[in-house]
């Protein structure tokens, strides 16, 4: 089992930016391909980005690449995402999640094997 602690999520302005942060326990944290997704209201869940086991691979969805870096660090057993130059339509629920199947195959399906329980994060204009 991996459990999956998201934090860094709050009230911004529009143009700010803020640092999610999710810490892994449980099995070994570098097996698995990890990534941000979200949540708004009313909206399905939605891919964000998503980092290879050893941080070498990338992926980011559209709407936030070039605003939005995701990375890790195996020896704390965290992944971050860094959200710069927040828009409104950034507001959601951000939820980190750990797959054993690769990067491809996350960033592909939006399918985990482990999902932690969201952080909210709120952009005002």
């Known amino acids: 089992q991996v459990q999956l602690v998201e934090s860094g999520g709050g009230l911004v302005q529009a143009g700010g930016s803020l640092r999610l942060s999710c810490a892994a326990s449980g099995r070994t944290f570098s097996s698995y391909a990890t990534g941000w997704f979200r949540q708004a209201p009313g909206k399905e869940r939605e891919f964000v980005a998503v980092?290879?086991?050893?941080?070498?691979?990338?992926y980011y969805a559209e709407s936030v690449k070039g605003r939005f870096t995701i990375s890790r660090d195996n020896a704390k057993n965290t992944v971050y995402l860094q959200m710069n130059s927040l828009k409104p339509e950034d507001t959601a629920v951000y939820y980190c999640a750990a797959d054993a199947g690769g990067s491809r195959k996350l960033y592909a399906t939006g399918t985990s094997d482990y999902w932690g329980k969201g952080t909210q994060v709120t952009v005002s204009s």
């Open positions: 980092i290879s086991r050893g941080g070498g691979t990338t």
